[in-house]
């Protein structure tokens, strides 16, 4: 038979309720003997009893995530933030791609009443109405990255507009006046914020600076065709600053083809700082997004709503994201990692 609560209770010298504490994520216990129980609990491999913790506490510990793709490094990193802040409180997911629709949304959180105690949602469709109209009434939700309407949920963003603005910001003050910009959907939030950043930036910096937004789908291919349009323009451009970093990476082959150089030509800058973004030649410059970050701090804020949802207010929290400045955007650098010291780690401004 497996360890039980008591084995691991006699084990760490402590009370059957401060093993219950510990497990279940709650305060009042020391770092010492928390870490104490933790190295008993697997040492003996004890598994809590996921049915009787439901029974005398009446939740499931799981929680449901819903994001518009599982696919991808953004998302990818957004999960791993997720998971590490559900495994230090005991917690489980359930994972469900919702590409965008608001009917498999609607689906997705239809089918987790019941199975989990809140929701972390991701999409442009969770506002209010939407989840009064799908979700259960003691289920509580926190939105990642989506528009919020009305005060009945908390929600976590990233600071899409601050980062698009410092990214203009930096490329103009380095020289560059004809800055084209490449969007993602339009259909999505973070593509919507990104260029309202990149045209508030445009308009505050002056009537000398040359606007042109051209559409993507946060793909490589989507940047590949834009660089192609913008090749064949009459009027040179001085930079691109692409929403996503698939979007510029594609950039940076179009303009290799066409033996354009990267700064030399043409500026480049992303958005995200993706691993590849300081691999390739040149490095990319780009927005620094904490996906991790945003997805832990997310996790943390629905565990404490599913505990004591009457004792939680509901709030809307900015994370900030960082300007990161390498060789692409054609600033001078005195690092030879690519990197600039003036520039490394900025918090782009949050307004």
């Known amino acids: 038979m ?23 994520g709650r305060g009042n216990v020391t770092h010492e003997t928390r870490a104490r129980i933790l190295g008993v609990v697997e040492r003996l491999r004890y598994v809590p009893d996921s049915v009787a913790r439901s ?8 929680i449901g995530v819903l994001l518009p793709d599982l696919h991808g490094e953004f998302f990818s990193e957004i999960i791993r933030g997720i998971d590490q802040a559900a495994r230090r409180r005991g917690l489980h997911l359930l994972l469900s791609g919702i590409h965008g629709s608001a ?9 987790l009443k019941g199975r989990v105690d809140g929701l972390l949602i991701m999409s442009p469709y969770a506002d209010s109405a939407f989840l009064a109209d799908h ?30 603005r410092a990214m203009v910001r930096h490329l103009a003050g380095v020289g560059h006046r004809r800055i084209a910009f490449i969007a993602g959907p339009r ?23 040359k606007e042109l937004v ?24 001085d930079a691109v600053f692409a929403a996503n970093d698939m979007m510029a990476l594609g950039c940076l082959h ?12 043409v500026a480049l800058a992303g958005f ?43 709030f809307t929290e900015i994370v900030a994201t960082e300007l990161v400045v390498r060789a692409s955007c054609g600033a001078g650098l005195r690092d030879p990692g690519g990197e600039s010291d003036a520039r490394r780690g900025q918090r782009a401004p949050v307004v």
């Open 103 to 111: 009917a498999e949304a609607a689906l997705a959180i239809r089918a």
């Open 187 to 209: 259909d999505n939030f973070d593509a919507t914020e990104r260029l309202a950043g990149y045209c508030e930036a445009m308009a505050e910096l002056g009537p000398d600076l």
């Open 2 to 24: 497996g360890a039980t609560l008591r084995d691991v209770a006699r084990e760490a010298r402590v009370s059957t309720a401060t093993v219950s504490r510990v497990i279940n």
């Open 135 to 164: 979700s259960a009434d003691d289920t509580p939700a926190v939105l990642m990255n989506s528009p919020v309407r009305g005060n009945s949920h908390s929600s976590f963003c990233l600071d899409n507009r601050g980062g698009a």
């Open 55 to 62: 029974l005398s506490t009446g939740l499931t510990h799981t």
């Open 254 to 265: 179009a303009f290799n083809e066409a033996r354009v150089s990267v700064p030399g030509d």
């Open 272 to 314: 995200d700082d993706i691993p590849m973004a300081r691999f390739v030649s040149p490095p990319l410059s780009t927005v620094r997004v904490p996906m991790a970050e945003l997805g832990a701090r997310a996790l943390d804020g629905i565990a404490a709503a599913a505990s004591a949802p009457a004792a939680t207010p509901n």
């Open 214 to 237: 051209l559409h993507g789908d946060f793909s490589e291919e989507s940047g590949y065709r834009a660089a192609q349009r913008i090749l064949a323009l009459d009027e040179r451009t």
